[in-house]
């Protein structure tokens, strides 16, 4: 047996035999031309042809993927009317007098080098949709046909990297999945395969060798493993790792799309935490109702400087487009503690978990911070976007927010640059200061979120790394679930909604307590959206006023 490691993409198992397929590969030859205009001329028809090719390849993929994934083909008739790309093409063949053939190639060869150099994966994807459109352009240049495999029953795709249109054009009813040497799980080419619902992995380097055509093989898009020729143990081992994951998309048939109500007609929110864009799937797999907190401090780890606003812009507005208008709250940074990365350049604190952190490293790097606001907003036109302030303590840090926020939309709006006129401004209630003061806070903000981790430490007096903070402050203390039911309580009073997002969120016994401090929201890793989903559904709430008495006891 042979093992080969990729990165998954769709999560589902695949059985066929290994089917290789290589593209016709175009002989460009570098030749000066006397008549530019009869060349150019050429191009325009091959521009044209490609353009009427897109609009049919869109109608085909709007009805086999939806209007959302057919858009790829839309950003395609973008790509081949780009002022840049054409105007590079246009004075290769007009003022250099090279052979059009040869001005595609070139151009396209420089552009997706120059994305594929970009520090954002989204952009480094798009580096195969220019080669995808200049492929159609030389095609029509050099009249060659668009050759597809002829697929047998049954068969596991593999190839250096797949166009989009190559992966909608093939006879799906043949294909079981796709495994690529190359390719990024954000190119467009593995979002239809996902949305095809055929397993697939990318990215599995030189190991994927021709020598392997036609053996059998088991693609395990849940790990990212191609196995070749698998052994009777890995069989096995695949075989239950299906049917515990067939159960769980049974649980999520049964849930998808339902409110997350009790038997007594009691509602929640139940969304999901994430780090990092490589954790939607997981999100959206296990149907979370939006994204509760996005993390935004991780993308500094590991950079010498801060993420730019392209770079931030592309990561928000991809985790905005995933959720598909469910809401999606983005964390500005909460740098400080133990996330501080390199690129922060911060001096030595004695104690970092209470030093210059969350919402006020941001005020104190203000050009910093206006670089991530900036981003947000003009992500916002491609989703139900809102916006979480760290380590709140007081009001005034929301009002200086607020005038930043002016600040930054009136320079999109200089610029000519679009953003949504109903993003949401959240406070996370994480401190002892902005508890007692929700009341006041809760006036200039939409809604709150309550950030249990560092609450419990700051309120217990206790690091929670400590070795005895479990037995020293109990995860229901009186005292923070106080906190949460005045948190609640002044947020409601003013009209706005409260959510828990820290670790306790996921407890389940402590989900009937949770309701019956009228929490409005839960978000938890991925994985516990389903049994969290399941447990508020099988919850009957006592009767009101014995709840009221019981809760009295408890606080």
Do not use: W
Not at 172 to 197: D, E, Q, W
Not at 305 to 313: G, I, L, V
Not at 337 to 365: H, Q, V, Y
Not at 378 to 393: D, E, F, K, N, T
Request: hydrophobic share 40%; with cysteine.
């Amino acid at each position: 047996m042979i093992s080969i490691k990729g990165r998954s993409v769709f999560g589902s198992i695949a059985r066929g035999k290994l089917t290789f397929y290589h593209r016709d590969e175009f002989i460009i030859n570098k030749i000066k031309v006397s008549d530019p205009e009869l060349e150019y001329k050429k191009y325009v028809k091959a521009k044209n042809a490609a353009l009427v090719e897109l609009g049919e390849l869109y109608d085909r993929a709007r009805l086999s993927v939806g209007e959302g994934d057919a858009q790829i083909f839309v950003i395609h008739q973008m790509l081949i009317t780009d002022e840049q790309y054409d105007s590079s093409i246009r004075t290769k063949i007009l003022d250099e007098h090279f052979n059009a053939d040869y001005a595609v190639a070139s151009t396209s060869r420089s552009f997706a080098e120059m994305l594929a150099q970009m520090d954002s994966e989204y952009m480094q994807s798009r580096a195969a949709d220019v080669k995808d459109v200049s492929n159609r352009l030389l095609r029509h240049i050099l009249n060659c046909a668009d050759k597809l495999p002829i697929l047998k029953e049954n068969a596991i795709i593999c190839t250096g990297d797949l166009m989009p249109s190559e992966t909608l054009l093939m006879d799906k009813t043949k294909i079981k999945g796709f495994c690529t040497r190359s390719g990024s799980v954000n190119s467009h080419t593995a979002i239809l395969a996902k949305n095809l619902g055929i397993p697939a992995i990318v990215n599995v380097g030189a190991e994927l060798s021709d020598e392997y055509e036609g053996k059998e093989a088991v693609l395990d898009g849940y790990s990212g493993t191609l196995y070749i020729e698998p052994d009777e143990h890995t069989l096995r081992q695949l075989e239950y790792k299906e049917a515990v994951e067939g159960r769980k998309k049974e649980l999520l048939t049964r849930l998808k799309g339902r409110k997350n109500i009790t038997r007594d007609g009691h509602e929640i929110k139940i969304y999901a935490n994430i780090l990092n864009y490589e954790e939607l799937e997981s999100a959206v797999k296990n149907d979370a109702g939006g994204i509760g907190l996005f993390r935004t401090e991780f993308m500094c780890f590991d950079r010498p400087a801060f993420p730019d606003e392209d770079f931030q812009f592309y990561t928000y507005r991809k985790a905005l487009e995933a959720m598909e208008g469910k809401e999606v709250i983005i964390g500005t940074y909460d740098i400080g503690a133990d996330k501080i990365p390199d690129c922060a350049d911060m001096s030595a604190e004695r104690n970092p978990s209470m030093g210059c952190r969350g919402i006020r490293f941001c005020l104190e790097r203000e050009s910093i911070f206006k670089t991530q606001l900036r981003a947000l907003y003009r992500a916002s036109v491609y989703g139900q976007l809102s916006i979480l302030l760290p380590m709140v303590i007081d009001v005034s840090e929301i009002l200086r927010v607020k005038e930043l926020i002016v600040q930054v939309k009136a320079e999109l709006i200089k610029e000519g640059r679009k953003f949504a006129d109903n993003v949401k401004l959240g406070a996370m209630i994480e401190t002892p200061a902005a508890v007692m003061t929700s009341d006041i806070i809760a006036k200039e903000v939409d809604f709150f979120n309550i950030g249990t981790n560092d609450l419990e430490q700051f309120t217990f007096a206790l690091d929670r790394q400590n070795p005895c903070y479990d037995r020293v402050s109990p995860k229901n203390h009186r005292a923070l679930l106080r906190m949460i039911k005045m948190v609640c309580d002044n947020a409601h009073a003013n009209g706005i909604k409260a959510g828990i997002c820290g670790e306790i969120a996921g407890d389940p016994t402590l989900t009937e307590i949770f309701l019956e401090l009228d929490v409005d929201m839960l978000s938890v890793v991925p994985s516990r959206v389903l049994p969290l989903r399941k447990a508020v559904r099988s919850i009957s709430l006592k009767d009101p006023k014995k709840a009221e008495n019981d809760l009295k006891l408890f606080l």
